[in-house]
Nanobody, 117 residues
Framework: QVQLVESGGGLVQAGGSLRLSCAASGRTFSNMGWFRQAPGKEREFVAAISWGGGHTYYADSVKDRFTVSGDNAKITVYLQMNSLKPEDTAVYYC????????????WGQGTQVTVSS
């Protein structure tokens, strides 16, 4: 059974930092990443890492503030979030896909990140 378990969310003041972790089990993946969903908005892509080449991908809104990293052997992915803004407030979801050109079809339960102004 595949499981993705996030941790590390919480409440932080604007300008602060948080580090999210996602530990997976049950299989290996091609890519792992992070999405987020704010109240009243659609889920959006945040960042991802491709294990094959170590390539990383970021949404423009988080580029230069967030860093995605991980350990393929441990099937763990991290999201270091710096210079947080109130608009970063959302539920953050870890996601994974089995193949490079597939869809993200494995999801964690989500972790709340709240940034106060």
């Amino acid at each position: 059974q595949v499981q993705l378990v996030e941790s590390g969310g919480g409440l932080v003041q604007a300008g602060g930092s948080l580090r999210l972790s996602c530990a997976a089990s049950g299989r290996t993946f091609s890519n792992m990443g992070w999405f987020r969903q704010a109240p009243g908005k659609e889920r959006e892509f945040v960042a991802a890492i491709s294990w094959g080449g170590g390539h990383t991908y970021y949404a423009d809104s988080v580029k230069d503030r967030f860093t995605v990293s991980g350990d393929n052997a441990k099937i763990t992915v991290y999201l270091q979030m710096n210079s947080l803004k109130p608009e970063d407030t959302a539920v953050y979801y870890c996601a994974a896909k089995a193949t490079l050109h597939g869809i993200y079809d494995y999801w964690g339960q989500g972790t709340q990140v709240t940034v106060s102004s």
